[in-house]
Antibody, heavy 117, light 111 residues
Framework: QVQLVESGGGVVQPGRSLRLSCAAS????????MHWVRQAPGKGLEWGAV????????YYADSVKGRFTISRDNSKNTLYLQMNSLRAEDTAVYYC??????????WGQGTLVTVSS | QSVLTQPPSVSGAPGQRVTISCTGS?????????VHWYQQLPGTAPKLLIY???NWPSGVPDRFSGSKSGTSASLAITGLQAEDEADYYC???????????FGGGTKLTVL
């Protein structure tokens, strides 16, 4: 069965960096585009970034563009999110999600990132 | 301020029917992009409920249905059950933002 397991969350000071990982299993990882979607505490869902199946292209929401980098290693079935220059407003649960066409058919359980001094 | 607009909350008694609206614009729903719906139970990750406006993923009961017209879409839930109490989100693609967009979410309360 499809499984997505995020890791790497934690508490980080403003301005610092953090890298999230998402380990995929149960499907042909290299055939699917993958996304990061976040949810601030008590708030709604916000799409953050997508990377195409082969890593050839990435697209970002304006809120993270220039600070976050999405990448993947298809040999390790793993998706990454490098987050730099973190701000308090980046505090959220970060979900990785698989996309089939333009919808998200499977989600991970999420990892919490807290940006605080 | 979300790109797609949903009512913050809806409610209904067990067995009743409720609808949740999702209003977009000419750069997303109105441009012909599909609308998808997700259910998020308390403390859990979102789950795909309806894809491509009106299609069910495997395992989703047909009490849930979706429709789309013009710049809006709707999710209908019939035969409300206590287990349907959750947050519901619509999602589409926006050409001016070059990315996916979500509604602000609607909290369903089963009375």
């Amino acid at each position: 069965q499809v499984q997505l397991v995020e890791s790497g969350g934690g508490v980080v000071q403003p301005g610092r960096s953090l890298r999230l990982s998402c380990a995929a299993s149960g499907f042909n990882f290299s055939s699917y585009a993958m996304h990061w979607v976040r949810q601030a505490p008590g708030k709604g869902l916000e799409w953050g970034a997508v990377i195409l199946y082969d890593g050839s292209n990435q697209y970002y929401a304006d809120s993270v563009k220039g600070r976050f980098t999405i990448s993947r290693d298809n040999s390790k079935n793993t998706l990454y999110l490098q987050m730099n220059s973190l701000r308090a407003e980046d505090t959220a649960v970060y979900y990785c999600a698989r996309s089939d066409d333009d919808y998200f058919d499977f989600w991970g359980q999420g990892t919490l990132v807290t940006v605080s001094s | 301020q979300s790109v797609l607009t949903q009512p913050p909350s809806v409610s209904g008694a067990p067995g009743q029917r409720v609808t949740i609206s999702c209003t977009g614009s000419s750069s997303n729903i109105g441009a012909g992009y599909d609308v998808h719906w997700y259910q998020q139970l308390p403390g859990t990750a979102p789950k795909l409920l309806i894809y491509a406006n009106s299609n069910w993923p495997s395992g989703v009961p047909d009490r849930f249905s979706g429709s789309k017209s013009g710049t809006s879409a709707s999710l209908a839930i019939t035969g409300l059950q206590a287990e349907d109490e959750a947050d519901y989100y619509c999602q589409s693609y926006d050409s001016s933002l070059s990315g996916s967009v979500f509604g602000g979410g609607t909290k369903l309360t089963v009375l």
